[in-house]
């Protein structure tokens, strides 16, 4: 547990995901508030309640909780929060209709696999993953939206929800300005690039997956902000906020030129390209590399270096043949 401009504390909680922990944050200022929440466990709840008793503070004390977006590590527990506090629940609307949707999200989820190519047994399992991993979290059903534009206020400070869609639809950053500091969420991570996860309820999902091109503008739209800290949503602080940015811009050029490369070999789906950039994911985690592969391509097909055509129900993409 660790302290932050002397009225923002990180309390990491376990999560069973490779990145083991995720962060969630106490703002000590009134109202008492929690950006996220982590998973629903006894476990996690008896985490975050022995280091709120550390910070003088018992589950009962917490009024408010913000949610970054809407993935399980996140706001998992933040419906048996406020049933023993009585805080009230803040979150994007995207998040919200994405969480009461997860049924069909499962489903256009199956349907994207497939298209791109994944074998069925792969499918099978990401969905059985998918359904088994929502005993980590209960639906939200009271909540307040927030949006860009909107004031966080509290006793002495205000926070700025900033809107930044690209790794969930609806993610929030909150940035301090006075001190310089950006709750990021998982917009921002140290050690590893966010996989901008392709939106099944959008319509037109697959080789139009906006995703990453919504990422890449996000992390373009911040830029500017005076930051000297960013609290991550996993991991340790950025506090080089510039060269992060950076980082992320550089990976997705060099991404894309990768891409590329491999569709020189040959005519390739998207769960083909996922193989060789990520050959040892499984389970949920197959959806993730197509995913993140669904967002280079889609740009790649805007740029008009590659070309897509469907075969029985299954898309192929191939170098652009540009001759005459």
């Known amino acids: 547990m660790k302290e932050y401009g002397q009225k923002i504390h990180r309390i990491e909680l376990p999560v069973p995901f490779p990145l083991k922990t995720m962060n969630v944050y106490l703002i000590d200022q009134e109202p008492i508030t929690l950006v996220d929440t982590g998973i629903k466990t006894d476990t996690s709840f008896q985490v975050l309640e022995d280091s709120l008793r550390r910070l003088g503070y018992g589950i009962e004390d917490v009024r408010r909780i913000l ?107 909150f940035y301090l300005e006075e001190k310089g500091i950006l709750i990021s969420g998982d917009h921002l991570l140290k050690e590893i690039s966010p996989n901008p996860i392709i939106n099944p309820l959008q319509k037109g999902v697959g080789s139009r997956n906006t995703s990453l091109k919504q990422y890449l503008h996000s992390i373009r739209k911040i830029k500017d902000l005076e930051v000297s800290l960013v609290l991550p949503g996993h991991g ?23 891409v590329l490369s491999i569709l020189s070999r040959g005519e390739k789906t998207a769960y083909d390209i996922s193989r060789v950039l990520f050959p040892d994911t499984k389970s949920f985690e197959v959806f993730l590399g197509v995913s993140e592969v669904l967002g280079h391509l889609s740009i790649l097909l805007e740029e008009g270096k590659i070309s897509l055509r469907s075969r029985n129900g299954i898309d192929y993409y191939s170098i652009r043949d540009t001759r005459p």
């Open 236 to 258: 340790e602080p950025i506090r080089d906020f510039k060269a992060a940015l950076e980082k992320i811009l550089h990976h997705h050029e060099q991404r894309l030129a990768t």
């Open 67 to 173: 949610i970054t977006h809407g993935h399980l590590d996140h706001y998992g527990q933040a419906k048996r929060i406020s049933a023993l506090s009585g805080a009230e629940v803040f979150i994007h609307v995207e998040e919200y209709r994405r969480i009461r949707s997860i049924a069909q999200f499962r489903r256009q989820v199956a349907s994207v696999l497939v298209q791109n190519g994944t074998p069925k047994d792969s499918v099978n399992k990401t969905i059985e993953y998918m359904k088994s991993a929502q005993q980590w979290a209960e639906p939200l059903d009271d909540v307040h939206f927030l949006n860009e534009g909107d004031e966080i206020s509290f006793k002495n400070m205000v926070l700025r929800p900033i809107h930044c869609p690209g790794h969930s639809p609806g993610l929030l950053c």
